[in-house]
């Protein structure tokens, strides 16, 4: 059965340092997520992409934060200068309409 | 502003039948979608609906009353394994509710 990948599992940082999040949606999937978790809280969406292009944005996905389709596969969400407070799970999720698959995460950790 | 409640907890007892409810308030529609989340693990989707009145898929079932802002989530037959955390999110801007923690009892 066809899956969201993402890498890496874990990923530890140093405040101010830039970090890159990726992701391989479902293959023939044309809309694509990013989410955060913080510990214990709710999930928080971050931004949607379709035909390249965000369509939708929160207003935790400020300037620190981007996204990018660099090939016909990945997904990428880059925060350029990590905050102590983007300590969080990182999920990405794909749908071809309005089901969508999560992948299992990536724990960011920054100190 | 957007906000979804839902309970924060409820228990249930193996075999029978629970009811999760969820408010919204919200500038716009989108449809009203529920996830299954496990302790320490990703969301799986459970149901979508977008009209008014019940849909049904196997043991779950979710309804919608647009008028109202109110969903629910109905579980019949409960497993032990559908001890979880119960997730209520708007299709408008994609919010999420803080999700209602479920433990099924032997």
């Known amino acids: 059965e066809p899956e969201v990948t993402q890498t890496p599992s874990h990923q530890v940082t140093q405040m101010g340092q830039e970090v890159i999040l990726r992701c391989v949606p479902i293959?023939?999937?044309?809309?694509f997520y990013w989410y955060r978790q913080i510990l214990g809280q709710k999930v928080e969406f971050l931004v949607s992409?379709?035909?390249?292009?965000?369509?939708?944005k929160s207003e935790i996905f400020d300037d620190q934060f981007s996204v990018e389709r660099p090939d016909g596969s990945n997904f990428t969400l880059k925060i350029r200068s990590t905050k102590l407070e983007d300590s969080a799970m990182y999920f990405c999720?794909?749908?071809?309409?309005?089901?969508?698959?999560f992948g299992p995460g990536t724990r960011l950790t920054v100190l | 502003g957007q906000n979804i409640d839902q309970p924060t907890e409820m228990t249930a007892t193996e075999g029978a039948i629970v009811q999760i409810n969820c408010t919204y308030q919200?500038?716009?529609?989108?449809?009203l979608f529920w996830y299954q989340q496990h302790a320490g693990e990703a969301p799986t989707f459970l149901s979508y609906?977008?009209?008014?009145g019940l849909e049904e898929k196997g043991r779950f079932s979710s309804f919608l009353s647009r008028s109202k802002g109110y969903s629910y989530l109905l579980l019949k037959e409960l497993q032990m394994k559908d001890s979880a955390s119960y997730l209520c999110?708007?299709?408008?801007?994609?919010?999420f509710g803080p999700g209602t923690r479920l433990s099924v009892l032997p």
């Open positions: 999720a794909s749908s071809e309409i309005q089901e969508q698959f």
């Open positions: 293959s023939n999937h044309l809309y």
């Open positions: 992409f379709y035909n390249n292009e965000i369509s939708e």
């Open positions: 919200t500038s716009g529609f989108n449809g």
């Open positions: 609906n977008v009209l008014d």
């Open positions: 999110a708007h299709g408008q801007n994609f919010v």
